[in-house]
């Protein structure tokens, strides 16, 4: 068997708004990363180490971005934003279909 490794969230689907990017961009979130940490070449045991990480961080708040702190709130809305925005500009449709 071939262990996967991740493309990366700059080089991730719809602007990395894919499990795996949400995992990488909550890490950015909560300060576990750098914003320039971008993952790339990360294996699934790193990817699975980093979700425990973000799981985590996220219990405090139910995991409901509106229960963060402004500061992290803020962070959280400007990341998905850019992230969102830049999707949409190049054809992403967040709208689910029959099949989804």
């Not at 979700?51 to 803020?74: I, N, Q």
Request: aromatic share 10%.
């Amino acid at each position: 068997m071939t262990e996967q490794f991740y493309v990366g969230i700059d080089q991730d689907q719809n602007e990395g708004l894919t499990h795996l990017g949400r995992i990488v961009r909550d890490a950015w979130v909560f300060g576990i990363l750098p914003e320039t940490e971008t993952c790339v070449g990360w294996s699934g045991a790193q990817m699975q180490s980093l979700y425990e990480k973000v799981h985590s961080a996220w219990e405090p708040y139910a995991h409901l971005p509106s229960r963060l702190p402004d500061e992290l709130r803020a962070r959280h809305n400007r990341l998905y934003e850019q992230a969102i925005t830049s999707a949409k500009e190049k054809g992403w449709d967040a709208e689910l279909k029959d099949d989804d």
